[in-house]
């Protein structure tokens, strides 16, 4: 995937491509964080997924008053859906996807394409970022991690890049591997950071926490048993792209009970505060694990054991469940 050395000096075309369902009230901030970027030699696609608020509205605005923006509009068929629609349409080099209710800081474009016209042999350029509020507050801050010496290894274990706008990546990488599947109602980005790094391809930071992810609480990623469900079958669907790999085993492992703390800590609100609520909340979990990983279910019954010895421990008064 080396460049010559024309493509790399010259300006190259980013495509920035923004889905957008029914979040008319977050797109404008979006697409003005693009349009505040020090490097402007982007596009931008707006996929309107079937929304039934004003995004058209919204986006017919910024397309007049701006060449490089252009909306597309189709029936919803959700996010993986519109990523691919605006993969479809993208002409840049580069691809980089916006969430309609995320945003982006001004220096970040130039930074990320300052790397890949040094470094051709780079196919991913990623960043920190920052989880803000629903009015776009910053309140939390994730530093940029230095670079992975084995990031498909890394990836089975955790996503590394939760907040999907922190990364951007060459078009061309896309194209070998394959765009998001759209079988998969979660985590297609996680999905396609694992095919595109199974091919053993660079993945450079800059340093900084350029994107802004905003946290809701009626997102997707807040309906922990989904998450779960999901979150298991894309690790399984990955953990076969190397063949007879003991490296991707243990990281299996590892992802899999990862995956279940991350899981649980977004199931537990919704089980109250009553004991039992949360000892059902755990057996629920464990029937789910069990028809997954064997391994996996008896670390988790391990736990759930030592819950119990806890609970009798205070005479049924007290847990930490």
């Keep these: 995937m080396l460049l010559d050395k024309k493509e790399l000096l010259s300006d190259q075309l980013i495509s920035v491509i923004v889905p957008c369902y029914n979040q008319a009230h977050f797109l404008a901030g979006a697409l003005a964080s693009v349009r505040a970027q020090v490097y402007s030699h982007w596009e931008c696609i707006i996929v309107n997924d079937g929304s039934s608020d004003n995004t058209a509205g919204v986006a017919a605005n910024f397309v007049a008053g701006d060449s490089r923006i252009r909306l597309i509009s189709q029936p919803n068929g959700g996010l993986a ?58 309140f939390r801050s994730f530093p940029v991690f230095p670079e992975p010496i084995d990031v498909f290894h ?20 896309i194209e070998l591997i394959g765009a998001f599947d759209e079988a998969l109602s979660a985590c297609a980005d996680w ?44 690790i399984e669907k990955n953990s076969h792209l190397h063949k007879s790999c003991r490296l991707c085993e243990g990281a299996v492992i590892r992802g899999r009970r990862r995956w279940c703390r991350y899981c649980w800590v977004r199931v537990r609100p919704a089980l109250g505060t009553s ?40 005479g049924g008064t007290k847990s930490s469940l």
Aim: net charge positive; proline share 3%; aromatic share 10%.
């Design 154 to 173: 890394d990836l089975l274990e955790r996503n590394l890049w939760p907040c999907p706008c922190a990364v951007m990546v060459r078009r061309t990488a």
């Design 191 to 234: 999905d396609l950071w694992l095919r595109i790094a199974s091919m053993g391809v660079k993945c450079v930071p800059v340093n900084g926490e350029f994107a802004c992810y905003r946290r809701l609480s009626d997102s997707m990623s807040s309906d922990g048993w989904h998450m779960l469900r999901v979150g298991f079958a894309v």
């Design 275 to 314: 004991i039992v609520g949360k000892l059902l909340g755990y057996l629920a979990l464990f029937a789910r694990i069990v028809r997954t990983d064997v391994r996996l279910a008896c670390w988790m019954g391990s736990i759930l054991f030592r819950k119990l010895i806890r609970l009798s421990a205070f």
């Design 81 to 138: 859906t519109a990523r691919n629609r605006g993969l479809l349409e993208a002409r840049g080099e580069l691809v980089h996807f916006l969430d309609a209710d995320d945003y982006i800081l001004p220096e970040m474009y130039s930074k990320m394409v300052g790397v890949f016209k040094k470094r051709s042999d780079v196919s991913v350029v990623y960043c920190g970022h920052q989880s803000v509020n629903a009015r776009g507050v910053p």
